[in-house]
Each structure stands twice: as structure tokens, then as C-alpha cells.
């Protein structure tokens, strides 16, 4: 039942980074909490319905229901036409996604909480299955979304769930519930597997996307889903037609017509597929690129490519008759498109003797490799589809970190640049001036005295002159650009129509002219609405520009706001805070006042206690992951691994708890969260080290640092829930169901209170609030655990916790 319920959360932020986008996927994260505590809420509240004597009967239904509600909440979502944008016409619509999703979750919620809260002995055990189970849901989630779509997914997730409620039946000798479930598995199984076929002889998912970001969406000659993205390859038009791109000047000349397949990442990133067959000639409108600004400069080069997609930077190279070319892919699906699916209409460009291919993540690979290049280019390059797969807490980049850029500048030879292009518009005016501060401080760090004679910045002009839909391209060079490279810019430039807005020589933005110049760039946009500090693998958010001080300076909805995403995460945690209490606090609460079954209320120190651990354990996995990304390479890397770690070594160590009992339940949990503090101590501190030292490494070396760091700290977390739980049985087992629900409220908020730390503290400020939040845990369950089972405890101990207790009472 967790492999289904982890894997479909997963899934649905999948989905949602495809048909919405990644800040709408991030809800699902906050939705399966949500789901899961209002089951769990529903069996407190109702206890007339879920009699102890029908737990079995429930348990199976429960699987059996949610099975039922994963493909009916599907099948209503990919019926949905939700407008892309935040509005008051798409809210109706969101808040209906939002409910309708949560529905399964909330039939798992019932049957985990009936298995923990109904079996207070095996609890340990229990919970130990939970969490291994959604573990290995991290796994099989990746390996069906290679092997079919996900949609195919949603219906193997199904089945899944479906197997749970066999379980559940044989052990309830149930036999209704058990032919049911086993019919419903093997329809289910034997669709997914009929579907598969489909899809690998080459035709198209029988329940595929048909609504992506509010349009209705062609049928593709090519679609490929993994753990972090969803590419399809589509014809625009049919026979040649004009060149396409965002970075051409407005004087470019009619050019000759050519074809086109375009290629997309989650219905949103985009790039194009380039038929080509050795003919330089036909390849001249790339000479009209901004992007490719720096082959003026730097020809007869060898040329390192960052997210090489479709090809057009490949052929740049070629086109300007570059000595060396090396591109670099992160994304598989991408690679396998353009080198092998697609390769003879490309034609094979990984074939050619001076161009090389990598299926491989860009920092990570300039870590590790001797070479060195005279030009390494990043073009429009972000993660902003692929990393919905966890959405916010993985909508960082850590391409654009002062750490990466001293990675670029250390793998250029003597006079090399560094080419980055990036949106120059109304819509984003900020992106390009922290671009500038991002490689000035690199520079500095790498030794420059003056950044500005190492800057070049231009940019192309959109529909009718204006700058409404531009892209800018600027070159740091790891040395002062020379008189005559300059002249060659500036010539260039004229030629092409092109702008110079920054250079040695000239500037015609004050704003930019102040970040490059200035050494504290914190102090000289203070009185900014926004954030233009250069990003660090500590702080790697350099798409969110909003900081706190400026929320409400100009209007609420101001641009520079609203294209961040702090205010966006704000109003999130006031919806999950609203309906954390509308939903399951408050109903917990009604129930409570009534004094329950036998006139008592439950203990606000167990309430505190479960709040606290479900706020903690969220905060320190949300950090771990952020810091991780940097690491593996990439932000589904980091969940996968990250999320795979910490709840297998969280079921060890809850499974290690099953010998506790009442006569040594406060020594053992004294310990064991001793070790849990040092523990988290240690690694707060080994954890930077870590990263920075190896991530040169291979793929394997480095997910095995990374689980070394993760699965001691996982083992000790996993340990905190079930001594809590035998402490609270000790108290009154009849409250159980109600710290289950306060524990899944904490965590529905602490998801995204972990990243609003992050953003505007960083991720080691967020590590140290979730080991602090554990500290508190620890003085409430000492003091508690005394009272319950008789044991001494520290008089410290004791008065801290009713200074706690006092402090959240005012």
C-alpha cells in the first residue's frame, strides 16, 4: 500500500509539471500528506464506523477504493482543460484537481492508520514496512515510466493497490473483498501490460495526455517519459518551412526554407530537431543568433556544450567551422531522440569525426574530465520542466551557482569564454542582471580585479524593435577581452544588427554597469524590490529573484514578485495551513472536546511531541535533498536517491525498535535520540565537505557518498515515530489516530515551510531548524516518557519542556 501511495505522489508531480506547471506540481507533494492525515482523521472521528472488530474489512477496502480512486481521479484530470495561468477562472478548476487527487490518498490514509494505530505492538515492524514499501515505490516508479508512459503508470499503481487489498483480505479471511481485489488486479495488471506492447511496436498510449498547460496537444511521432521528464518530438507543419529561434536578429534576411521536428520537455521547454545532411550553406541563419555571438570571437575553438537538446548549438559549431565540438546532455530521453531515434534526419551529428555527444550532467562532467576548451556555452538552458518532478523543493539550478561558474572558468584555456544566453525582456528584467553579478563574483573568485574588462553583454531585439520578446547573451572571458576582440564584437554586432549593451568600453544599462562593478553587490541593490545576490550551492534559487523586504513594495502582485516564487510558496503554506485545519485539526478537535470514548482528552504533550517530529523529519529531508542536487547531478537524481535512502534506513531504524517496551522505554529512547542529535550534528557539518569533494566523482561513486551521509541520519529518524507511538499507547492508545493526524498536518506545512527556509535563509539554516525541532522533540519526550512509565528524568529536562509548552500556550 506505501509502494503505491509514494509512487502515484511521485507520479501525479509528474503529471501536473506536464499538463500545469512545476509550481502547481509542487502541490502534490502537500496533496498526498494532506490525503493520507484526512483518512487518518476519519478513522479518529468516526469511531462507530471503524469498529476495532471490522479493522481487517477496511484495511482491503480501503486498497481496494484507492485502487478505484487512482484511475477515476486520473481519468477526471485528463478530461480537465485547466487554464495555464494563475486566475480567478482557473481556480475553481485547481481547487477541484486538488480535492479530486487527494481522494485516493485519503482511502491510503485510512488503512495505514488502521495498521498503525490498531496493532500498537507490531507498530515497529509495521512502520517499517511502511516506509521500505514506499521506498522501493521511489524504484519501480522510474523502471514503469521507461519501460511504458505515465499514464500507463497511474493503471500499474492501481493494480498495486489493488494487491494490498488481496493482502489485507486473505489475512481478514474475507473472501468477498479478496475476489473482488484479485479481479481488479489482474484486469488492471493485464491493461498495463496490453498498453506497454502498444506503446514499444510503435503506436500510441491508449489513455495518453490529450490537455497539456491548457491546449489541446497533437498526437506525437515520438513521446518518452523517466523519473524527471516527459519528451515528445511533433511535427509544427508539414514540408519546409522558415527558421525558427529566439535569439535571431530582426535584420535577418529571408533565409532558406528547411524542416523541422520539434522537440519539447514537459509541454513547455522547447527545442528543435534540425534536418541535416552536410550542407554548411543551408545552416546561415544561425549566423544571425545572438547566442552565437562568441564563434566571432573564438573560431577555430574547441567547444563544450551544456544541454546540447536538439542539436542547433552542435551545428553553431560546425557552421563556424570550430575545431572541436563536445556536447553535453543531461536528459536521456533527449539524447536517445536526437543520436538514434531521429539520427537520420539529424544527420547522426554524434557521428561526425569532430563532434562527441555525452548523455551526461554538464557540472558534474566538467568536474571530472582533464580537457580544457576555448568556449563553453550555455544557451537558454534550465531545468524548469525537468525539475517538476519535485517541483519546488527541486526548482533549483545548480548550473547557475558561483561554485559552477568557477567550475566553467577552471576548464577554459587562456583567453576562453564562458557564453550564457538568457531571456532580456519586460517579463523577466531582473534574469539578466543577476546573470552579470553571477559571473562578475565568479570572476573575482578566479582572480579578475576589474570583471567589467572581462564582460561583454548584447542582445537581439524583438517584433517591431522592442525588446518585449529578446534574449541577451554575455560573455566572461577568463582573461581582459583584447582591442581587437572587441572589434570583432562591435563589428559583429553592426553587421548583424545586434546590441552591445555592456562592455569594457561602453554601457547602456546603470543597473548593470552596478552589479558588475560593485564589490558588495548585497549593499548596492538594497533598495531593490528584489534579490540580485549571486547564487551558491547553499542559496542555488536563481530563477526565484523575490526576497522577503520586498514582497509588498509596488503592489502586492508586483512583476518581480510574482515571476519569483516566494510569494507564490507563501500563499501555498496559507492554503495548506487553511486546509490542514478545516480538514483535520479542526474535526480532531470537535472530536476531542467531546472527551472520546472514555471523557478524557489527549495530551498535549504527545500532541507537541508528534507535531514536532512531523515538522522536523520534513525540514531535514527537503535540505538534504536541495543539498544533494549539486552532488548527483540533477534535482530527480536527488529525490530518487534521497528519498530511497532515508526511508529504507528509516524502516531499520524503526524495525530496531520493536524490543522497546514499557520497562525500558525511556532508556531506550534517551539513546537512541542522543544519537539521533549527534548524528544530525555531524553530518550538518560533514555534509558541505562532502559535496564539494566529490562530486568529480562517477555517477556510482557519488550516489554512494551520497548514501553514506544519508543513511545513518535516516536509521535515527526512522526511530522517533514508533517510540512515540509506545509512549502515547502507555498514555491512552485510544488518541493514537489523533497524533497520526497532527503529525500529517505538521508535515503538510513543514513541506513547504523547509523551502520557504531555504529560499531566503539557505539549506543549511533549514538543516539546523529541522535538527533543532528534533531537540525540542527529544526534552518533550523525555519529560513525558517519565511520567508515563515512572522513569527519573533530568529536573532540566522537565522545566525546559514546561517552558516550551508555556511559550506556545502564549
Not at 518530438?233 to 514540408?239: F, I
Not at 580544457?372 to 538552458?381: A, E, P, T
Not at 523577466?428 to 573575482?444: D, G, I, N, Q, T
Not at 528534533?774 to 513525558?784: E, F, I, P, Q, R
Request: with cysteine.
Amino acid at each position: 500500500m506505501s509502494l503505491a501511495t509514494l509512487a502515484f505522489e511521485l507520479l501525479l508531480t509528474r503529471i501536473f509539471s506536464v499538463t500545469l506547471w512545476n509550481n502547481y506540481a509542487f502541490v502534490a507533494v502537500s496533496l498526498a500528506m494532506f490525503g493520507l492525515t484526512a483518512g487518518a482523521v476519519m478513522v479518529h472521528v468516526l469511531p462507530r464506523v471503524f469498529r476495532p472488530e471490522r479493522t481487517w474489512a477496511h484495511m482491503s477496502a480501503s486498497c481496494l477504493l484507492m485502487g478505484m480512486c487512482v484511475i477515476a481521479s486520473f481519468e477526471a484530470h485528463r478530461a480537465m482543460r485547466v487554464p495555464p495561468n494563475l486566475s480567478l477562472a482557473a481556480l475553481p478548476l485547481l481547487a477541484a484537481t486538488y480535492l479530486i487527487a487527494a481522494i485516493p490518498f485519503a482511502c491510503s490514509g485510512i488503512a495505514i492508520s488502521l495498521a498503525l494505530t490498531r496493532f500498537p505492538m507490531q507498530v515497529s515492524r509495521l512502520y517499517a514496512a511502511d516506509l521500505c514499501g514506499a521506498a522501493v515505490g521511489c524504484i519501480v516508479l522510474g523502471l514503469i515510466l521507461m519501460a511504458s508512459d505515465g499514464s500507463t503508470a497511474v493503471y500499474a499503481m492501481a493494480a498495486v493497490a489493488f494487491g494490498g487489498a488481496i493482502a489485507f483480505a486473505i489475512d481478514g479471511k474475507i473472501e468477498g473483498l479478496k475476489r473482488i481485489a484479485c479481479i481488479a488486479t489482474v484486469a488492471t495488471a493485464g491493461f498495463v501490460l496490453v498498453n506497454t506492447l502498444v506503446i514499444h511496436v510503435g503506436g500510441q498510449s491508449l489513455v495518453r495526455l490529450t490537455w497539456a498547460k491548457g491546449q489541446e496537444e497533437p498526437a506525437p511521432l515520438y513521446e518518452r517519459w523517466n523519473s524527471y521528464s516527459r519528451v515528445r518530438v511533433w511535427e509544427q507543419a508539414s514540408g519546409p518551412q522558415a527558421p525558427f529561434g529566439w535569439g535571431f536578429s530582426s535584420k535577418m534576411p529571408e533565409q532558406r526554407r528547411g524542416l523541422w521536428l520539434a522537440l519539447d520537455i514537459d509541454a513547455s521547454a522547447a527545442t528543435y530537431l534540425t534536418w541535416f545532411h552536410g550542407d554548411l550553406s543551408s545552416l546561415g541563419y544561425l549566423a544571425w543568433d545572438v547566442t552565437n555571438l562568441a564563434h566571432y570571437v573564438k573560431s577555430g575553438s574547441d567547444v563544450l556544450i551544456i544541454g546540447s537538446g536538439g542539436g542547433r548549438d552542435v551545428l553553431s559549431s560546425l557552421y563556424f567551422h570550430e575545431k572541436s565540438v563536445t556536447g553535453v546532455e543531461m536528459n536521456q530521453a533527449v539524447y536517445q531522440a536526437m543520436t538514434k531515434t531521429f539520427g537520420d534526419f539529424t544527420g547522426h551529428l554524434d557521428r561526425l569525426p569532430n563532434v562527441r555527444i555525452v548523455n551526461d550532467e554538464a557540472r558534474s562532467y566538467l568536474a571530472r574530465t582533464p580537457e580544457k576548451y576555448d568556449l563553453i556555452q550555455l544557451s537558454l538552458v534550465d531545468t524548469w520542466a525537468a525539475t517538476a518532478a519535485g517541483a519546488f523543493v527541486l526548482s533549483e539550478n545548480a548550473l547557475y551557482t558561483t561554485e559552477a561558474w568557477n567550475v566553467y572558468l577552471s576548464r577554459l584555456h587562456p583567453g576562453g569564454i564562458v557564453s550564457v544566453s538568457r531571456w532580456y525582456s519586460h517579463d523577466s528584467p531582473y534574469e539578466l542582471p543577476r546573470l552579470a553579478a553571477l559571473a562578475a563574483r565568479a570572476l573575482r573568485q578566479h582572480g579578475a580585479t576589474r570583471p567589467q574588462d572581462h564582460i561583454v553583454i548584447a542582445y537581439n531585439t524583438g517584433p517591431n524593435g522592442s525588446n518585449v520578446a529578446a534574449v541577451a547573451t554575455l560573455l566572461a572571458s577568463v582573461d581582459p577581452f583584447t582591442p581587437r576582440e572587441l572589434e570583432r564584437l562591435n563589428q559583429a554586432a553592426a553587421e548583424r544588427g545586434l546590441h552591445i549593451l555592456f562592455s569594457p568600453s561602453e554601457c547602456h544599462d546603470d543597473l548593470l554597469r552596478t552589479v558588475i562593478c560593485s564589490e558588495d553587490i548585497a549593499a548596492a541593490t538594497a533598495s531593490l524590490p528584489v534579490n540580485l545576490v549571486p547564487p551558491t550551492d547553499d542559496k542555488p534559487f536563481f530563477f526565484d529573484n523575490s526576497r522577503p523586504s520586498g514582497l509588498f513594495r509596488g503592489g502586492l502582485w508586483n512583476r518581480a514578485n510574482v515571476q519569483g516564487g516566494l510569494l507564490i510558496l507563501l500563499g501555498l503554506f496559507a492554503v495548506v495551513v487553511v486546509f490542514s485545519v478545516a480538514f483535520i485539526l479542526t474535526p480532531l478537535a470537535i472530536r476531542s472536546a467531546c472527551g472520546g470514548a472514555k471523557g478524557k482528552r489527549p495530551g498535549l504533550r504527545p500532541t507537541l511531541y508528534f507535531a514536532l517530529i512531523g515538522v522536523a523529519f520534513m525540514i531535514v529531508e527537503i535540505a538534504q535533498m536541495q543539498r544533494l542536487v549539486v552532488l548527483l547531478g540533477h534535482p530527480a537524481y536527488s529525490l530518487t536517491v534521497v528519498l530511497f535512502s532515508l526511508l529504507v534506513s528509516s524502516g531499520i531504524g524503526s524495525f530496531s525498535t520493536a524490543a522497546i517496551n514499557r520497562e525500558n522505554l525511556f532508556a531506550s529512547a534517551r539513546y537512541r535520540l542522543m544519537g539521533l542529535m549527534g548524528t544530525l550534528i555531524v553530518l550538518g557539518m560533514l555534509s558541505p565537505i562532502c559535496v564539494e569533494s566529490f562530486q568529480s566523482g562517477s555517477t556510482p561513486v557519488r550516489i554512494a557518498v551520497a548514501l553514506g551521509l544519508l543513511f545513518p541520519v535516516g536509521f535515527f529518524m526512522g526511530m522517533a515515530f514508533p517510540i512515540g507511538m509506545k509512549w502515547a499507547a502507555e498514555e491512552d492508545a485510544d488518541y493514537t489516530a489523533w497524533l497520526w493526524g497532527v503529525n500529517g498536518a505538521s508535515s503538510v506545512c513543514a513541506s513547504v515551510l523547509a523551502m520557504i527556509i531555504s529560499m531566503t535563509a539557505g539549506i543549511s539554516v533549514a538543516w539546523w531548524v529541522g535538527a533543532a525541532t528534533y531537540l525540542v522533540a527529544a526534552v518533550v519526550l523525555m519529560s513525558g516518557a517519565r511520567r508515563a512509565v515512572g522513569s527519573d528524568v533530568p529536573e532540566c529536562a522537565d522545566e525546559a519542556c514546561n517552558s516550551i509548552l508555556g511559550t506556545i500556550a502564549a
